[in-house]
């Protein structure tokens, strides 16, 4: 999940959503041989978090994730695996694998490996995402994935090639499977995408001849990109799983995000949800409150933040968001799969949540978080989609980054049950 700029608030359906018709729902037949992946949750940053030396160097530190950073350990997949979860979406920040020598690069691998065999132990299937970290100075999506030209991009397909094939003599009965590329921040029907994901499936097909592989579309895995996707020319990498993430509205599930660039998010807070659980007016005081404690920002910018979230917030509560809209996006997967004969049990909601309120953010009011979570999840299964939560821990977490506790509320919204130990 990351804050990339088309994630706008002026570009999300909520201007246009009532315009949306009503989408059928048509019975799809289930491949036999499709992975068996039903309901996840994101690990991060068990493989993120890194520590890159500052330009001009371009390599890492050993060990080159930070000590501090949340790694489940093998009681919490065991507590994962018992409250009702089957599978781990790993993300995997691709940085430190390529600025290594081939000693190093050896260690990392070993400690992936490691981690897949601790999830599979645990009765877990899992999902190995290949993440580039937008906020590193050199290893970054840019670098890397912005097209088969980028002046990285053998280095990551060969990365991509190479976990394949590790992953592929791992691999018991389809409860692995490797994802190349998280949220490709090319346009919906980009040809440049287009290109990367062929080379990037080609370079896995050629070495694990059964690993399950996900693909997407463009425009951040959104459902704009997997609508957009032809599945058909894929059809020659099988096995092969489609991927979306949806975090719509984003006036809800990002609000007091940090990460965001756009302005409006720095002070939102005590967004509803659904609408109708709040007011405009009750929204505009708890920002106004937030604003007031900012010292930072310059005030002609604070009022500019102000007004322009003011205008966004007319077109939130007026649009009057709850679980129609959510059932309208991901009817537009469901369609999507049924015209091109894919059954829903292939297309996984990678990403989906919402940021909470606790000692280091002022974002969602818990409650609503819950009602949103559990509508977005509700919504996925009744569409007979596949989901991943973001996220294990930090700020959109189910996990206590140091009691290692589970949040009973959001474990309910989950349709899940909290373990007896």
């Given at each position: 999940m990351t804050g990339w700029s088309r994630r706008r608030v002026l570009r999300t359906a909520l201007s246009t959503a009532a315009a949306l018709g009503s989408l059928p729902i048509l019975p799809t037949a289930r491949a036999?041989?499709?992975?068996?992946?039903?309901?996840?949750?994101?690990?991060?940053?068990?493989?993120?978090?890194?520590?890159?030396?500052?330009?001009?160097?371009?390599?890492?530190?050993?060990?080159?994730?930070?000590?501090?950073?949340?790694?489940?350990?093998?009681?919490?997949?065991?507590?994962?695996?018992?409250?009702?979860?089957?599978?781990?979406?790993?993300?995997?920040?691709?940085g430190p694998f390529l600025a290594a020598d081939t000693t190093t690069r050896g260690q990392l691998l070993d400690l992936l490996d490691a981690a897949v065999t601790a999830t599979l132990d645990a009765g877990l299937a899992i999902i190995v995402n290949v993440q580039a970290n937008g906020a590193t100075h050199y290893w970054n999506p840019d670098r890397m994935i912005s097209s088969t030209a980028a002046p990285a991009f053998d280095l990551y397909r060969g990365l991509v090639s190479e976990l394949a094939a590790r992953l592929e003599r791992l691999q018991p009965s389809g409860r692995i499977a490797l994802e190349p590329v998280n949220e490709p921040a090319q346009a919906c029907a980009s040809n440049v995408w287009s290109k990367i994901q062929l080379a990037l499936l080609t370079a896995a097909r050629s070495s694990a001849a059964t690993l399950p592989l996900v693909v997407t579309g463009g425009c951040g895995s959104m459902v704009s990109g997997l609508t957009a996707l032809d599945p058909a020319p894929l059809s020659r990498f099988e096995p092969i799983l489609f991927t979306f993430h949806f975090y719509e509205p984003y006036l809800f599930s990002h609000q007091g995000a940090p990460w965001?660039?756009?302005?409006?998010?720095?002070?939102?807070?005590?967004?509803?949800?659904?609408?109708?659980?709040?007011?405009?007016?009750?929204?505009?005081?708890?920002?106004?409150?937030?604003?007031?404690?900012?010292?930072?920002?310059?005030?002609?910018?604070?009022?500019?933040?102000?007004?322009?979230?003011?205008?966004?917030?007319?077109?939130?509560?007026?649009?009057?968001?709850?679980?129609?809209?959510?059932?309208?996006?991901?009817?537009?997967?469901?369609?999507?799969?049924?015209?091109?004969?894919?059954?829903?049990?292939?297309?996984?909601?990678?990403?989906?949540?919402?940021?909470?309120?606790?000692?280091?953010?002022?974002?969602?009011?818990?409650?609503?978080?819950?009602?949103?979570?559990?509508?977005?999840?509700?919504?996925?299964?009744?569409?007979?989609?596949?989901?991943?939560?973001?996220?294990?821990?930090?700020?959109?977490?189910?996990?206590?980054?140091?009691?290692?506790?589970?949040?009973?509320?959001?474990?309910?919204?989950?349709?899940?049950?909290?373990?007896?130990?």
């Open positions: 036999a041989d499709a992975p068996q992946f039903r309901r996840g949750v994101n690990a991060w940053p068990w493989f993120s978090l890194t520590r890159e030396f500052p330009a001009p160097r371009t390599d890492y530190d050993w060990p080159p994730f930070q000590s501090q950073r949340p790694v489940p350990t093998p009681d919490d997949l065991g507590r994962l695996r018992r409250t009702g979860l089957d599978f781990i979406r790993l993300p995997v920040d691709p965001m660039r756009e302005p409006v998010y720095r002070s939102l807070n005590n967004v509803p949800w659904p609408a109708s659980a709040g007011s405009l007016e009750q929204t505009l005081a708890s920002v106004r409150a937030r604003m007031a404690q900012d010292t930072e920002t310059p005030e002609d910018a604070k009022q500019a933040a102000y007004a322009e979230t003011e205008r966004v917030l007319k077109v939130y509560f007026a649009a009057r968001p709850d679980r129609w809209l959510v059932d309208k996006y991901l009817g537009e997967v469901r369609a999507w799969a049924d015209g091109h004969g894919l059954a829903p049990e292939r297309i996984i909601m990678g990403e989906f949540g919402a940021l909470r309120t606790d000692a280091r953010y002022v974002a969602a009011p818990n409650p609503d978080r819950a009602r949103y979570i559990a509508d977005v999840r509700q919504s996925a299964e009744m569409f007979a989609f596949p989901w991943a939560f973001w996220d294990l821990f930090d700020g959109m977490g189910m996990m206590d980054d140091t009691t290692r506790a589970l949040d009973p509320d959001i474990i309910a919204a989950l349709g899940l049950a909290m373990p007896a130990d």
